[in-house]
């Protein structure tokens, strides 16, 4: 009977040292450096809060985040940040991230990568309404331009 509980005990210790080597390459994968994707410009700012929360992967949540269910329920970003805002097991959003994309940051961790991808369709169709709304702006402002250099011309006549 000993003979078996300790054989039990012991593929068990395999299985968990088995476990831990796959968590540790788990861990060091998310933590690995990767190129900066883009550059945050400090004019950008995005206030985006989503009527569906996004799930995060529970491994990224545990690991990173000490909590099994995480969703991001909204992002800012502002002055070259990216705030994520998240819903946890703890309630509505109880925990908030904050990345920093200055124009001197070279790379990021896979895991903020990752965040970046689950924001990323969203975010695209916010910032490209936002494009076409500083295009406008700048439109005005050309013709502005255009009607002070055509009334600077005409007092000069």
């Known amino acids: 009977m000993s003979d078996d509980i ?10 968990i040292k088995s476990y831990n080597y796959t968590s540790t390459e788990l861990r060091d994968k998310l933590r690995s450096a990767i190129p900066t994707p883009f550059k945050l410009d400090p004019l950008l700012s995005v206030t985006l809060s989503f009527e569906e929360p996004i799930s995060v992967d529970e491994l990224i949540a545990i690991e990173l ?4 269910y995480i969703e991001i329920t909204g992002i800012k970003i502002a002055d070259q940040t990216i705030l994520f805002v998240f819903n946890t097991e703890d309630g509505e959003d109880t925990l908030e991230y904050t990345m920093a994309i200055y124009d ?8 903020q990568y990752y965040l970046l991808s689950l924001v990323a369709p969203s975010l695209m169709e916010y910032i490209k309404g ?3 709304e500083v295009n406008k702006f ?8 255009e009607k002070i250099k055509i009334q600077n011309k005409e007092q000069r006549n």
């Open 138 to 145: 700048i439109a005005f402002l050309n013709e502005i331009t």
């Open 6 to 15: 300790k054989q039990k005990i012991d593929e068990l210790a395999d299985m």
């Open 104 to 111: 001197n940051v070279e790379t990021i961790e896979l895991w």
């Open 65 to 68: 985040f000490n909590k099994h």
């Open 130 to 132: 936002k494009k076409e």
